[in-house]
């Protein structure tokens, strides 16, 4: 029913993809549609996106921008380009593809019902005017995938943002315990002009190495590259070093735990020295895999020990799953690889989720309206997306397929790594959120740029290592595509 419709709702996807119809049946992947293989007619960027590029160059930044997409012709784990390119794209938008490109059950569901599509229309101010099926659709989609023990939920527009609110709760939170009663008058005028105790000196405890966005606030919790941070003040708030974990993890149990104790001391240690100096740590915030800092990992026994620390001082813990959540780590939440003694505080989200936002306590709750808001506080739109996106999870299993596809890429990783061990090491992940280091940052940017010569988009993530984002329709038969050019791209090198 579904195939049928998509070839009815999106015929220029059948049309240019018509002749590999029946080849792709054959190899039965989760997406009709998709093309046996990638195709590279052009360098990469072609002439075309070179074209837009100098463009666009001329009304903005457009330093970082790779090629020009055509989003008419991508299809499942296939990117199109304007220049007649098709890659197989393991790396999906910055990993924020849950089903790929086009799913026909996502179209479908736009297409077949007239309320969804006056639901992207008419976007409303959710904090003000939310429509008549807003809590049922938080409950039914966002609650019915909250991690295990948080019952409250804030939408937002991005990560980012989804963070910068987060630590404004665990702000709140933490002076509701403090003080007796309702504001007092010296709070009141005091914040206004930016002055304790209106404004309290307070801090949130990041790692270095951690990315938890770019707006203001959160930007002094982010470590992960200079570039980002370079001319912004930032708060003078803890950092604490993040484990550096020799591999493989298998062979190192004992040095592993050690660094795990080292960095937890750590930890402590910097709660001591920020209540000495008058700005007491509310929060920890901890990516659960630190992503664009180079695919850290951090042990259950780490985590676990985080939240013993956060609960004896009294302050919260924010999981950011903006990066993990929604489903590559074969969990709907990385965390829940960590056994922890309980849910964290706070767990923001967005990318895979489509929607922007965090679960939390009850405590995060700020007793007043209007002190966690803004105008959209996120999009209906995104979560009748999301919702489709929930089905085709559960319909295709897709949380297996990813531990099989994630199986399957670690080992072709790990025997790539014997072979060229003078080129890459360190295979680690969970699911199909893996990650290899390369020898250099030279050789990393090289051969993700030779990837694309063969057919595939991938990313960098860190000083050198190539991450792997793929979407959860990725497939063993994907996997073994990339596992080829990787394998050419390292025998090609010199
Ligand atoms: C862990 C993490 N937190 C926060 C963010 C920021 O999200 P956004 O780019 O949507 O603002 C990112 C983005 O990559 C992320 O990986």
New binding site residues.
Partial sequence: MASLCAQKCIPSIYGRFGHVRSAVRAASSLVAGEPKGPTVKTQIPGPRSKELLQELNQIQQAGSIQLFADYDRSIGNYLADVDGNVMLDVYTQ??SMPLGYNHPHLLQMLTENPHNIKTIVNRPALGVFPGADWNSKLKNVLLGIAPAGLDQITTMA??????ENAYKAIFMAYRQKQRKGDFTPEEISSCMINQAPGSPDLSILSFHGA?????MG?LSTTHSKAIHKLDVPAFDWPIAPFPIYRYPLEDNKAENAAEDKRCLAAVEQLFEDYAKKGRPVAGIVV?PIQ??GGDNEGSPEFFQGLQKVARKNGASLLI?????GGGPTGKMWCHEHFNLDGPPDVV?F??KMLI?GFYHTAELKPPQAYRIFNTWMGDPGKLVLLEGVLEVIKRDNLLEQVKRSGDRLLLGLKQLQNEYPALISRARGRGTFLAVTCSSTKLRDDLVGRLKTKGIQSGGCGEDSIRLRPALVFQEHHAEIFLDRLRQVLSETK
């Fill in positions: 910055i990993s991005c990560g980012s943002c989804s963070n990315f938890h966005g770019r707006t959160v990516e992503a664009e950011d799953e903006v990066q993990t923001t967005s990318k922007g």
